[in-house]
């Protein structure tokens, strides 16, 4: 279960740049909001990781006030991924709601 | 990198970090703790109040559940099919992957065998066609690096060794003994350089290429 929800974070965050490229600070925040991290901090090892295996790439970034600050953007593999990711898991959701759903009401 | 202001209890928290990361890898701590500092400078607790800093730092985590994060790493997650299944893949599923890389591998260094090697190629490109282990690109990166092997090895190594050939020059001379003797020279012109030096380079991009898509496989 630690590995599916993991795994599920790791495409949130990819989800949450594939609009447009981001401050990690704001990534962070989002995911802390909509509620998926308990601890925010434990985000930078994942964003670390996703760099590490070339999903994400990050490049520095001059701030308003401050020193510069890095901007973390999706590779393609990071949007391939994020693709069959949602192939997967459409298809996971459906399996798992109807039996669970079907338990449920028998 | 650190701002002039710097709230104590930032401070402090960095510290206490450092301490949670000296168990990682230094480049893995270095970075993370260096992470974690810029995402405090972002929320610019400089002038706020301690109550403000106290719930910044909450919702960060402990420094010891940060840095836990940054810990073991468990097996990476390039095919989404890993991450859904709470069981590791059967042994079979890989088979077709491997079995094409092997044989166009063994194309490649059998390449001299032609009656053996061609079918082994032949072979390997149906089996990498088959596939369904990886994606579309990463099929790509074994057509472009692997599957060209034999051909390129091969057609490599023939042409290098026309080239040396036709470089060298055999002169025939009688001596006063009525001897023939045969003088070749054989004289290294760039291509005999470079097409050799050439051939090393896509075997190691080869080795790399063969190492990344093993690696996904699991």
């Given at each position: 279960?630690?590995?599916?929800?993991?795994?599920?974070?790791?495409?949130?965050?990819?989800?949450?740049?594939?609009?447009?490229?981001?401050?990690?600070?704001?990534?962070?925040?989002?995911?802390?909001e909509a509620?998926?991290?308990?601890?925010?901090?434990?985000?930078?090892?994942?964003?670390?990781?996703?760099?590490?295996?070339?999903?994400?790439?990050?490049?520095?970034?001059?701030?308003?006030?401050?020193?510069?600050?890095?901007?973390?953007?999706?590779?393609?593999?990071?949007?391939?991924?994020?693709?069959?990711?949602?192939?997967?898991?459409?298809?996971?959701?459906?399996?798992?709601?109807?039996i669970v759903?079907?338990?449920?009401?028998? | 990198?650190?701002?002039?202001?710097?709230?104590?209890l930032?401070?402090?928290?960095?510290?206490?970090?450092?301490?949670?990361?000296a168990?990682?890898?230094?480049?893995?701590?270095?970075?993370?703790?260096?992470?974690?500092?810029?995402?405090?400078?972002?929320?610019?607790?400089g002038?706020?109040?301690?109550?403000?800093?106290?719930?910044?730092?909450?919702?960060?985590?402990?420094?010891?559940?940060?840095?836990?994060?940054?810990?073991?790493?468990?097996?990476?997650?390039s095919?989404?099919?890993?991450?859904?299944?709470?069981?590791?893949?059967?042994?079979?599923t890989?088979r077709?992957?491997?079995?094409?890389?092997?044989?166009?591998?063994?194309?490649?260094?059998?390449?001299?065998?032609?009656?053996?090697?061609?079918?082994?190629?032949?072979?390997?490109?149906v089996?990498?066609?088959?596939?369904t282990?990886?994606?579309?690109?990463?099929?790509?990166?074994?057509?472009?690096?692997?599957?060209?092997?034999?051909?390129?090895?091969?057609?490599?190594?023939?042409v290098?060794?026309l080239?040396?050939?036709?470089?060298?020059?055999c002169?025939a001379?009688?001596?006063?003994?009525?001897?023939?003797?045969?003088?070749?020279?054989?004289?290294?012109s760039?291509?005999?350089?470079?097409?050799?030096?050439?051939?090393?380079?896509?075997?190691?991009?080869?080795?790399?290429?063969?190492?990344?898509?093993?690696?996904?496989?699991?």
């Amino acid at each position: 279960m630690a590995q599916l929800r993991r795994g599920v974070l790791e495409h949130c965050v990819l989800a949450l740049l594939e609009g447009e490229a981001r401050y990690a600070y704001d990534l962070v925040s989002d995911l802390g909001e909509a509620g998926l991290v308990a601890s925010e901090g434990t985000v930078y090892p994942l964003l670390s990781r996703l760099r590490r295996d070339g999903l994400v790439e990050t490049v520095w970034r001059e701030s308003v006030a401050g020193p510069p600050r890095r901007y973390y953007s999706l590779t393609l593999n990071g949007r391939d991924s994020l693709d069959a990711f949602r192939r997967s898991w459409r298809d996971f959701r459906t399996s798992v709601d109807r039996i669970v759903d079907g338990e449920a009401r028998s | 990198m650190m701002t002039e202001a710097q709230h104590p209890l930032v401070t402090d928290y960095l510290r206490r970090l450092r301490e949670a990361t000296a168990t990682l890898p230094p480049t893995v701590a270095v970075e993370l703790v260096a992470d974690i500092e810029e995402h405090l400078d972002s929320a610019n607790l400089g002038a706020r109040s301690e109550a403000d800093v106290r719930q910044a730092l909450d919702r960060l985590g402990s420094p010891e559940e940060v840095a836990a994060a940054a810990g073991p790493e468990l097996p990476p997650l390039s095919s989404p099919d890993a991450l859904i299944a709470s069981s590791p893949p059967a042994a079979g599923t890989h088979r077709l992957e491997s079995v094409a890389l092997l044989l166009l591998v063994l194309a490649e260094v059998l390449f001299i065998v032609v009656p053996l090697s061609a079918p082994l190629w032949v072979a390997g490109v149906v089996c990498l066609v088959l596939a369904t282990g990886w994606t579309a690109r990463e099929k790509v990166a074994a057509a472009a690096f692997v599957a060209t092997g034999f051909p390129l090895v091969g057609l490599g190594v023939v042409v290098s060794a026309l080239v040396v050939a036709e470089l060298g020059a055999c002169s025939a001379s009688s001596t006063s003994t009525g001897d023939v003797i045969e003088t070749c020279t054989t004289t290294t012109s760039p291509l005999g350089v470079i097409l050799p030096a050439l051939l090393v380079a896509y075997v190691v991009a080869q080795v790399v290429v063969i190492r990344r898509l093993l690696r996904s496989l699991r």
